[in-house]
């Protein structure tokens, strides 16, 4: 079997309110070519688009690859890393048996698990708006996404 291709990919959202308009981008790397993206929704949250931007990410992929994801979302890395397997075993919700309560955006986390199952991923967290020059690209391309 071929080895799988090594990707570096760097993921933002970017909101204008909380809810409100909002962008995600996205920095895709493979060895010394780069492939940026980027979108927006007219009502959404901060969480979606972080979430969002990671599902445009791997939809980007057209093979399995092994994946260096970076955010500077604990929300999305904790979600997909950690919550995500209680939210499975609840039946995509959150909380404890018998006391369940709706997943918000279950329906990004779920099309995310779906999306990474092919690959290998490693997920890391920066801090964000301090200068990871990576992080500050893919900030700038969430913000130039939101519609006015």
């Given at each position: ?48 688009m972080e ?41 995509w919700r ?55």
């Open positions: 079997m071929a080895e799988k291709p090594d990707v570096v990919i760097y993921t933002d959202g970017a909101c204008s309110g909380n809810p409100g308009p909002g962008g995600w981008g996205v920095l895709l790397r493979y060895g010394s070519h780069e492939k940026e993206l980027s979108g927006s929704e007219k009502e959404t949250t901060n969480n979606r979430i969002t931007a990671a599902v445009q990410a791997f939809r980007a992929l057209k093979k399995p690859c092994r994946v260096q994801l970076f955010t500077d979302s604990e929300y999305l890395k904790k979600g997909i890393t950690v919550w995500i397997k209680n939210w499975k075993k609840l039946g959150r909380g404890s048996p018998g006391k369940t309560k709706p997943l918000a955006n279950a329906d990004l986390w779920q099309e995310l698990d779906q999306a990474v199952q092919k690959h290998i991923v490693s997920w890391h967290w920066v801090k964000g708006h301090a200068g990871q020059e990576e992080n500050e690209r893919v900030d700038a391309l969430a913000r130039r996404a939101i519609p006015d």
